[in-house]
Antibody
Framework: EVQVIQSGAEVKKPGATVKISCQVSGYTFTDHYMHWVKQAPGKGLEWVGLVDPEDGETRYARRIKDRITITADTSTDTAYMELRGLRPDDTAVYYC??????WGQGTLVTVSS | DVVMTQSPLSLPVSLGQPASISCRSSQSLAYRDGNTFLNWFHQRPGQSPRRLIYKVSNRDPGVPDRFSGSGSGTNFTLKISRVEAEDVGVYYCMQGTHWPPWTFGQGTKVEIK
């Protein structure tokens, strides 16, 4: 059975950094890109970036590329998304999704002073 | 970036009746290898998205056969042959041909009349 487990909700102040984890089991971690998708409250889905766990290559959405780092640790089958310089409009649920087929449960990040 | 436009944005349907959602892309999604990377997702309230259809018309494992996808080029359709109560939620199309970024439609909310 495939499982994709994300870390818990975070509350951060503006300007802070958050790092979310996403651990997979039940499929070969290096076989699939790991995407990260943002969903602001009451809004649709927005792709923010990906990592290829096989070689660590990353791609990011243009509007966020200066503040985001996505990594993959093949020793623990875990992907990470770090977002720096948090702003109130970063408040959202962030999902990791293996090849868009295997989704985590989402992590709520709240940015508020 | 490729813009994905869905219609309608809201779709009230009676149980047992068919439903159809349209998705148009701002440029052709046909890739040079012959594939067309158009996916459909379903998101129930409070849940993670779930992929239903990949590459226009291929159902993911466990997806009921009342769901079907069709289309080519810039015009795509998701059809539900007979809507059931569990089908409520928001449906998103997403293109993966011209990346980055992967881009989603605005979402279509399906509800029971």
């Amino acid at each position: 059975e495939v499982q994709v487990i994300q870390s818990g909700a975070e509350v951060k102040k503006p300007g802070a950094t958050v790092k979310i984890s996403c651990q997979v089991s039940g499929y070969t971690f290096t076989d699939h890109y790991m995407h990260w998708v943002k969903q602001a409250p009451g809004k649709g889905l927005e792709w923010v970036g990906l990592v290829d766990p096989e070689d660590g290559e990353t791609r990011y959405a243009r509007r966020i590329k200066d503040r985001i780092t996505i990594t993959a640790d093949t020793s623990t089958d875990t992907a990470y998304m770090e977002l720096r310089g948090l702003r109130p409009d970063d408040t959202a649920v962030y999902y990791c999704a293996g090849e868009f087929e295997f989704w985590g449960q989402g992590t709520l990040v709240t940015v508020s002073s | 970036d490729v813009v994905m436009t869905q219609s309608p944005l809201s779709l009230p349907v009676s149980l047992g009746q068919p439903a159809s959602i349209s998705c148009r892309s701002s440029q052709s999604l046909a890739y040079r290898d012959g594939n067309t990377f158009l996916n459909w997702f379903h998101q129930r309230p409070g849940q993670s998205p779930r992929r239903l259809i990949y590459k226009v018309s291929n159902r993911d494992p466990g997806v009921p056969d009342r769901f079907s996808g069709s289309g080519s080029g810039t015009n795509f359709t998701l059809k539900i042959s007979r809507v059931e109560a569990e089908d409520v939620g928001v449906y998103y199309c997403m293109q993966g041909t011209h990346w980055p970024p992967w881009t989603f439609g605005q979402g279509t909310k399906v509800e029971i009349k």
